[in-house]
């Protein structure tokens, strides 16, 4: 079976461009979007692609034991096996947050594990995609000097080490000062040309922008504005249906900034309802921090947007004011019945090391999607016996200094609620003894 995807103008479907084009918007400025020949995919029944996706699951035939490569089909059909740029992502523990569940109120709760992955964040998911795609084109002879983007730590450290692997020059445009610093050294480490500009991720993004404007400069832009990196990240919604033996949860929560995986998770389930693999819809809440929030103001003024100066908060990947795909976003939210909600830096930080406290390690953007569960619960939004999935972006190593400052009562915004501190002691036994014992007695 032949089939085909090919990037087409969201305002003109009739606008079409290859997908080794180098091209990011449509001939009126708009973003382009991926589309695939659905009549040729519906040529499998619903039941043979769960049959193949299921038979290629974290096997070892190359590349299709990759979550996100046992959907070729579904993302990048045309794309040369010997072009694949995979590292084995996707396929991330859907943990079963049993005890977090009891204590928010909800009995099926499940954090769907993104940041177990090559470089610690969701953003694998998309980039293995787009470099591969790279490699397809300088493979053809396309003039692709390097792979360039602007972001908020995590796309830069996935697009540094796909770029690494594949032997491909990266550029990366950082705020100053603004990321983690786990998330700086990790392009560094990976040979990226890192430029740290002194300004916010909507600075670096509109300079990206320009440096890459133009095909002749050689310099791809791997910002997800560009569909490629969508058809990856689209995999996390396809991937928790499957481990739930393709039964659709209630809710899918998952924290926004750029809202490029908002709009992902949207189109992978809804590909998944188009070609029959599943009958009914979640519901999307989209969970941004209140510092940063330009999203959640639309969403309680009928959808009408404008770009906001992001302040500072310890969500750090999601302190974007001007998003880029907000209007993919509006209509993913509009189509999944969605809801947008907000933490405040004291929500997120509790919401973190209370989930840390049942064994998760909850990133502060994690943070900021279980604060806005336990709001909807209490609204009684989301009900006790709903099938809850809050998607969880990155790993928690990743922010280890926000994690000690809370634990220290150091954290902006926020007192340690559940702040655990080392005991410090003398080393003598019975020291030991009597802070053990007061701790037994509290426990
Ligand atoms: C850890 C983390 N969570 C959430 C997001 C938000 O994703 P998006 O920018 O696609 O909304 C990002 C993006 O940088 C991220 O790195």
């Keep these: 079976m032949n089939y085909n995807a090919w990037f087409a103008a969201q305002d003109d479907p009739s606008e079409r461009h290859s997908l080794t084009e180098v091209v990011y918007y ?19 029944s619903a039941a043979e692609w769960k049959q193949l996706f299921e038979s290629r699951w974290m096997r070892t035939t190359w590349p299709y034991g990759s979550g996100v490569w046992g959907k070729k089909e579904w993302l990048c059909p045309n ?31 499940w954090i769907k594990m993104c940041g177990n992955s090559h470089t610690g964040s969701f953003k694998d998911l998309g980039m293995t995609v787009l470099v591969s795609v790279v490699k397809q084109m300088i493979s053809d002879g396309k ?15 996935a697009l540094a080490a796909y770029g690494a692997a594949a032997g491909i020059p990266t550029i990366v445009f950082l705020p100053k000062g603004k990321v983690s610093i786990a998330q700086l050294v ?25 440096v890459t404007a133009s095909a002749d400069s050689g310099i791809y832009l791997a910002n997800s504005l560009n569909s490629l990196r969508i058809e990856g990240q689209k995999t996390v ?22 809202l490029g995986n908002t ?30 929030n330009p ?15 992001a302040q500072s908060t310890a969500a750090s990947a999601i302190q974007i004011g001007d998003p ?57 939004e989301i009900k006790k016996s709903d099938r809850v999935v809050v998607i969880s972006t990155a790993h928690g190593l990743k922010f280890s200094r926000f994690k000690v400052d809370y634990h220290e009562g150091k954290l902006e915004g926020a007192v340690g609620t559940y702040a655990n501190p080392p005991v410090e002691l003398p080393a003598d036994v019975d020291a030991v003894r009597r802070v053990i014992e007061a701790r037994m007695a509290v426990a």
């Design 237 to 258: 919604g396809i991937e928790i249906v499957q481990q739930f033996d393709w039964d659709v949860p209630d809710w899918i929560i998952i924290p926004g900034g750029n």
């Design 143 to 157: 003039p692709i000097r390097a792979v360039a983007c602007a972001s908020t730590g995590d796309t830069s450290a």
């Design 79 to 109: 794309i040369d096996d010997k072009n694949i740029v995979s590292m084995f992502e996707g396929g991330s523990n859907l943990f079963w947050a049993e005890r977090l569940g009891q204590q928010i109120g909800v009995d099926d709760l």
């Design 26 to 44: 449509s001939k009126s400025g708009g973003l382009l979007e991926v589309q695939h020949d659905m009549d040729a995919l519906r040529q499998r």
């Design 295 to 309: 999203l959640y103001r639309a969403y309680k003024n009928g959808w009408r947007y404008e770009p906001i100066s």
């Design 186 to 210: 990790q392009p560094v480490a990976h040979g990226a040309l890192v430029l740290a500009l002194d300004t916010d991720f909507d600075g670096c993004m509109r300079i990206v922008r320009e």
């Design 324 to 380: 880029i795909s907000i209007n993919r976003a509006i209509s993913t939210l509009t189509r999944f019945n969605g809801i947008v909600e907000q933490a405040s830096e004291q929500e997120l930080a509790d919401a973190a090391a209370l989930a840390d406290r049942t064994g998760a390690y909850a990133c502060p953007h994690t943070g900021v999607a279980l604060a806005a569960l336990s709001k909807l619960v209490k609204r009684g």
């Design 263 to 292: 709009s992902a998770l949207g189109k992978g389930v809804q590909m998944m309802y188009d070609l029959g693999l599943i009958n009914r819809l979640p519901r999307i809440v989209c969970a941004q921090a209140e510092r940063a």
